[in-house]
């Protein structure tokens, strides 16, 4: 069965300091991997993605994650943080028992600081 | 595309009685995911559809849960009774079959459920 650990339940930034959000996977099949993102009172949001190809992915609002096979893990960054990237992150993986599920990580919230 | 739709929004009721939350997913999607959220247990999976069919059910806590989607553009979640402890955010997603798009799950907004 596949799995998702992302550390750090509560991360603090800096505006315009680097945003580093760590996501471990276990799989028993290469996997599909997903950053989402939820800011409050609101569904999550599908920030990138990693199926196949380069392992480094860029998403929207300048974020990026890079896929290391070797570590089995999916670690979201960004330069440079904004205000308004204070939200929850949620790392998820695909399902190797039924197509179409997602393992969702625990969250990590992310909170910006001036 | 109007993205997915939920309704309500908010829900306040009172232990014992019965709720119906609603969900539109995107249109064309054949994928249709019921997940529930709090602070204690996070975001949990509780049932999902493919092509109106529920595939896979094991996440429904109780008897007292029921999901149905009756066709491709509708599904409901039921609680009866409701208890103070189906407390949470009820979300629906959505996705397209065909390879990786399988897992672009597309989230609804949310309903926020209080039971006294």
């Known amino acids: 069965a596949q799995s998702v650990t992302q550390l750090g339940s509560h991360v603090s930034v800096s505006e315009g300091a680097l945003v580093l959000l760590r996501c471990n996977y276990s799989?028993?099949?290469?996997?599909?991997l997903f950053w989402y993102v939820q800011y409050p009172n609101q569904g999550l949001q599908l920030l990138l993605k990693?199926?196949?190809?380069?392992?480094l992915v860029k998403g929207i609002n300048g974020f990026e994650a890079e896929f290391k096979k070797s570590e089995t893990s999916f670690h979201l960054t960004k330069p440079s943080a904004h205000m308004s990237d204070a939200a929850e992150y949620f790392c998820?993986?695909?399902?190797?028992?039924?197509?179409?599920?997602?393992?969702f990580g625990a969250g990590t919230q992310v909170v910006v600081t001036p | 595309d109007a993205g997915v739709i939920q309704s309500p929004r908010h829900e306040v009721t009172e232990m014992g009685q019965e709720v119906t939350l609603r969900c539109k997913p995107i249109s064309g999607h054949d994928y249709l995911f019921w997940y529930r959220q709090t602070m204690m247990r996070g975001l949990e999976l509780l049932i999902y559809?493919?092509?109106?069919?529920?595939?896979?059910d094991s996440g429904m806590p109780e008897d007292r849960f029921s999901a149905k989607m009756p066709n491709a553009s509708f599904s409901t979640l039921k609680i009866q009774p409701s208890e103070p402890r189906d407390s949470a955010v009820y979300f629906c997603?959505?996705?397209?079959?065909?390879?990786?798009?399988?897992?672009?799950?597309?989230f609804g907004p949310g309903t926020r459920l209080t039971v006294t």
């Open positions: 997603a959505s996705s397209l079959a065909g390879t990786a798009k399988a897992y672009e799950q597309y």
């Open positions: 799989s028993s099949v290469p996997p599909y």
């Open positions: 559809f493919n092509n109106n069919v529920p595939i896979d």
């Open positions: 990693y199926t196949t190809g380069a392992t």
């Open positions: 998820a993986v695909s399902g190797t028992d039924s197509w179409g599920k997602l393992q």
